[in-house]
């Protein structure tokens, strides 16, 4: 279950982190399940970092303009989603297994569904649990 959680309820190595990463950003909500999770925004785009309870960097997404999906992406998507339209698109980073990809939410026939795909247009999974 997600909890909201004020800033004073947040460890000081998770704030820490976030300081280092994004130095000067103040975190507009803070959540925790398992992990804690900052929502920012920067440079009017939504970022999402999720720390563990030692201030290590789980993720990081960033919200871009769809239309600033790299090619072989859109590619990929009008091939396996042809009747879909994108409602939001964001960058996935993954510090500890340095991977990086793009989470692409996709409006189909009324149905919500979440992709993951790489920037060179290799999909990697679906999520239709929205």
């Not at 103040?26 to 970022?47: C, K, M, P, Q, S």
Request: glycine share 6%; aromatic share 6%; net charge negative.
């Amino acid at each position: 279950m997600t909890e909201i959680v004020s800033e004073d309820q947040v460890p000081g190595s998770v704030k820490d982190a976030l300081e280092k990463k994004f130095p000067g950003s103040v975190a507009d909500a803070w959540t925790y399940t398992a992990e804690f999770e900052a929502d920012l925004t920067i440079d009017g785009r939504e970022v999402e970092i999720t720390f563990d309870q030692h201030g290590q960097i789980l993720q990081i997404e960033r919200e871009i303009d769809p239309s600033t999906l790299p090619q072989a992406v859109k590619d990929t998507l009008a091939r396996d989603f042809p009747t879909a339209t994108i409602d939001e698109a964001e960058t996935v980073e993954i510090p500890d297994g340095d991977l990086e990809f793009f989470e692409v939410e996709l409006d189909e026939d009324g149905e919500s569904v979440e992709v993951h795909i790489r920037a060179d247009g290799t999909f990697l999974d679906i999520d239709e649990d929205l």
